[in-house]
């Protein structure tokens, strides 16, 4: 069975520029989580999804993020404009829904972002 | 809210030494608590978790963790090293117990291990 994989593993862009990230969960998975870590920090959550419904989006930082889930599959994480401080390794994760499993979180290898 | 502190960001340890990452938390709740290990290049995994069944838990790879409520601790400890064991390792507390999963994790720094020969 394929696990959580993500696109690009790693990206160099300049600022100003938009990247997307994108995150294809284990089949089955109603949860998705997107975490981020910023170099030298903790990793934090950003938001998560209930199939295609965001469920919790309070660790968004900004509107510069724009997070997707189409159909209630893979999702997308945008950011438009990048900034420096957006720099990080963003991880997606996915679990079934409790009741359905364990609830254990399954984590992607992640997606470097370098701005410049 | 939640926070999760692990002491000391670089452990080193000799192989077949005693393992011993410290983790404490913070929570107006009761926890979840897990401990995650990353290997380079790799995504997390989960080494355990404690869901206020024993307070003892054991994990893969030999890892056992100990919930202490009285000190907010949940530190990871294996007897043995081995080499395979040098990662990092992130201990994470749960803010949703009894939600819709326990996905959304609040994460330590993270203890980088050593394992010399």
Partial sequence: EAGVTQFPSH????KGQTVTLRCDPISGHDNLYWYRRVMGK???????????????????????????????????LKVQPAELEDS????????QLQGK????LFFGEGSRLTVL | AQSVTQL????SVSEGALVLLRCNYSSSVPPYLFWYVQYPNQGLQLLLKYTSAATLVKGINGFEAEFKKSETSFHL?????HMSDAAEYFCAVSDNAGGTSYGKLTFGQGTILTVHP
Wanted: aromatic share 10%; hydrophobic share 30%.
């Fill in chain 1, 11 to 14: 990206s160099v862009i300049e």
């Fill in chain 1, 42 to 76: 903790e990793i934090k959550f950003l938001l998560h999804f209930v199939k295609e419904s965001k469920q919790d989006e309070s660790g968004m930082p900004n509107n510069r993020f724009l997070a997707e889930r189409t159909g209630g599959t893979y999702s997308t």
């Fill in chain 1, 88 to 95: 990080g390794v963003y991880f997606c994760a996915s679990s």
């Fill in chain 1, 101 to 104: 499993g364990t609830g254990e």
């Fill in chain 2, 8 to 11: 000391g960001s670089h452990v």
């Fill in chain 2, 77 to 81: 400890t294996k007897p043995s090293a």
